[in-house]
């Protein structure tokens, strides 16, 4: 939907506002008066001008210069009052005709009757009156205008015998004023219920617009759409938050928004038949599914971008609905006989006929086994791994509460942990307990690496999120030696380790955490060398479903 801005605050001197019927109506009251200008402007010019048309204001020449003054500054004071519109619509409609048909009225005396032929404006002026005030006052602009005339026609008559007689014209006229109130009356009934109509219709297609925009504003599907060059024409926020980028100015090309889509649509674009492939954005913390539909030969494409922490989570959930019933049954296939193995190893190395190599042996299969057992206590710790339950989560005081209950839990310098949340009222939606163990196990590996590293227990914990996407995010930076970068595509990979000493779930186990609560967990170098792991939370502008 379209983006609401604050109106300007009005004046005393602005006009009042009207709907747009109302618009509609003082428009050709405008263009009347301007109709209006112009003809009292022309008698005006010939009024105060040397050239003369005969019969047209030869009769008196004074009369007709003086009704041509004063009939012009009457519709230049109507430019001001329509401007205004004060007083109200129909009162100046009816004082601009009348003063119209009076003016006109007076032109036609001073011309020297109905013979001017001036009577023709009066038409105009019944027509115009007509249209604007259509009915019962319209057939009153009529009668107005034909006793008028049959007034002007009796004075000049008993004023001035020598004038010829014609009563016929007048009739005529009278008539014409009424046949024309009358057309003008249907014509302007059938534009008004026209003007209605198409008013509703635009109306509904406003309505339909802003519903639209607000339904793919709202849509937690991304939409966007580029035209034939490839250029952003429209893009929604979700595809925005999902991509990662502030709001475009203009029209910027593709490529230089976002790469890694401009890459998905030249592959679509060479077979559109192909199946569509997940891409991460490039500061981006989830992968996106981009999908493709051409809107014309030579329009542009239409662009609909799904984030696949929904298709994640759900193939999560019959993962570990699978995972589950495989570790009950290693559960017992396995623990048995490797409790049968350590305690035969253990039995074993209690004998007085071993030498030392052959106690070194022992040793071996009692920490092999050790190794197993752990690895199988992840395993049905991750299958019966109960459902998130979010709560908000204020991350200062909760942050503080944690490294506290760290460093005093693995014997660390609470100095040597830097937290900085910014802003300080910053929070999220996350199951605590799950953000506990995520925490516990990141802080684990970093304080652990910091030390084989640097000889320091050095931690940093930063909470923050960008001045474009209300999104929060947690940093948490070692100072170890990093991960290798052909390791960094394993490194959530179950059973992957570069230690030893480790069973290779610590890390797939945090991912799994964070996706239950729809966040990410990705890994990034830091600056300073060492190792940086960003846990990036469940936007709040989203409706999520159901957990």
Not at 484 to 512: M, N, Q, R
Request: glycine share 6%; net charge negative.
């Amino acid at each position: 939907m379209q983006t609401q801005t604050d109106s300007p605050q009005r004046t005393a001197t602005d006009p009042p506002r009207q709907s747009a019927p109302a618009r509609q109506t003082w428009r050709p009251l405008r263009l009347f008066n301007l109709y209006r200008l112009l003809i009292s402007g022309a008698f005006l010019i010939y009024a105060l001008t040397d050239f003369s048309i005969k019969s047209i204001g030869q009769y008196d020449p004074v009369l007709f210069q003086s009704v041509a003054i004063a009939y012009f500054i009457a519709t230049i004071a109507n430019i001001f009052t329509i401007y205004r519109r004060r007083p109200e619509f129909r009162i100046q409609v009816c004082l601009q005709v009348i003063a119209d048909l009076a003016a006109i009225t007076l032109f036609l005396h001073a011309s020297g009757g109905v013979q001017s032929g001036l009577g023709i404006l009066i038409i105009i002026t019944v027509a115009g009156g007509s249209i604007l005030l259509p009915g019962k006052t319209a057939l009153g602009f009529a009668a107005i205008a034909s006793l008028l005339i049959l007034g002007e026609h009796i004075y000049i008559q008993l004023s001035d015998p020598s004038v010829p007689t014609a009563y016929t014209q007048a009739g005529l006229l009278g008539t014409a004023f009424f046949a024309t109130a009358l057309l003008a009356h249907a014509l302007s009934k059938r534009v008004r219920e026209s003007e209605a109509l198409a008013e509703q219709r635009c109306i509904d297609l406003a309505n339909m617009e802003q519903l639209t925009q607000y339904i793919i504003q709202q849509m937690q599907t991304g939409v966007a759409v580029i035209d034939h060059e490839t250029r952003l024409w429209q893009i929604n926020e979700s595809a925005r938050r999902l991509l990662d980028i502030p709001p475009p100015k203009g029209r910027p090309p593709l490529e230089e928004l976002c790469p890694g889509l401009a890459l998905q649509q030249r592959r679509w674009l060479d077979d559109p038949t192909a199946a569509p492939q997940r891409f991460q954005p490039e500061s981006g913390a989830t992968e996106v599914l981009p999908h493709f539909a051409r809107l014309g030969e030579h329009t542009g494409t239409l662009i609909f971008l799904e984030d696949t922490a929904a298709m994640s989570q759900q193939a999560q959930q019959l993962k570990l609905a699978s995972l589950g019933r495989l570790a009950g049954s290693i559960a017992h296939e396995i623990r048995n006989p490797l409790g049968a193995i350590s305690h035969a190893a253990q039995l074993l190395a209690e004998s007085e006929h071993l030498d030392t190599h052959e106690l070194r042996l022992t040793e071996i299969i009692r920490s092999n086994t050790r190794r197993m057992n752990s690895i199988i206590e992840n395993i049905l710790h991750l299958g019966r791994r109960n459902q998130a339950h979010p709560e908000a989560i204020a991350l200062k005081p909760w942050l503080e509460e944690f490294i506290d209950e760290f460093c005093h839990g693995q014997n660390v310098d609470q100095a040597l942990i830097e937290l900085q949340v910014n802003p300080h009222d910053l929070s999220c939606e996350f199951d605590p307990s799950q953000l506990h163990q995520i925490l516990w196990n990141l802080c684990h590996n970093g304080i652990r690496y910091s030390i084989n590293h640097s000889g320091s227990p050095r931690l940093s914990i930063s909470a923050t999120r960008k001045e474009d996407n209300p999104t929060p995010y947690l940093d948490i930076i070692d100072d170890g030696p990093g991960v290798p970068a052909e390791a960094v595509a394993h490194l959530f990979e179950p059973f992957f380790t570069t230690d030893t000493k480790g069973t290779g779930l610590g890390l797939y186990i945090a991912k799994e955490l964070a996706e239950c609560n729809h966040a990410h967990l990705n890994y990034l170098p830091a600056a300073n060398g060492g190792g940086c792991f960003r846990l990036t939370f469940a936007d709040p502008r989203r409706q999520r479903t159901a957990r």
